[in-house]
């Protein structure tokens, strides 16, 4: 079982707008490169960049740079840089490596502003004939599904793939075989 370990650069204390967000995810074994993925508070998974074990960087859309973030390789440390903090940074953040075609994630790293608490009306839910039970989501169950989605698509998308070259050359040993059968009667 290959281990990261994933934390902030700096001990950081509170997060505010604008600031610099430096991550770090350490990995114990040889690697195949690393991935840095955001989970934004709906829940949505967002590839942000691939740092290759060559410390080859590419971000999302194929590019060699971005405006918001800064990527590096140090031996078994790569590193993301939020440059300038914002709300649609706020989420979890994973690292995660593709080693033998098996997908390893790291814990998630929160990063999220500090809730600010006003005094103001307090409401109360009543349970009513049509709501008998109040369930609470469950954020582990709900996370869990989507890193499962997110690796069904490695999974499934590359099976697709297969499936349609192989029905490919079924169709066209078919063919060969008729052509074949009609040109040389018995």
Known sequence: MYEMKIRF??????LRVGQRLELECQTDKKD???????QD????????????SLS???????QRTSTRFKASKDNTIYRLVVKSFTQQDEGNYFCLMNINQMLYFSPGLP????????PGLI??????????CIKTPDPER?????????????????LTGLCLLILQLLMIT?????????QNPL
């Open 9 to 14: 650069h700096n001990s950081i204390t509170q």
């Open 32 to 38: 195949s490169g690393m991935f840095w993925v955001h």
């Open 41 to 52: 508070k709906s829940g949505t998974l967002h590839f942000i960049v691939f740092i290759s």
């Open 56 to 62: 080859k960087i590419t971000f999302k859309g194929n």
């Open 111 to 118: 990063a999220f502003f500090p809730v600010i608490t006003t």
């Open 123 to 132: 409401t109360q839910h009543s349970i009513t004939e049509k709501d008998p």
């Open 142 to 158: 709900k996370l869990q599904e989507e890193l499962n989605s997110f690796c069904h698509i490695f999974i499934w998308i590359p």
């Open 174 to 182: 078919i063919m060969l075989c008729q052509r074949k059968t009609h």
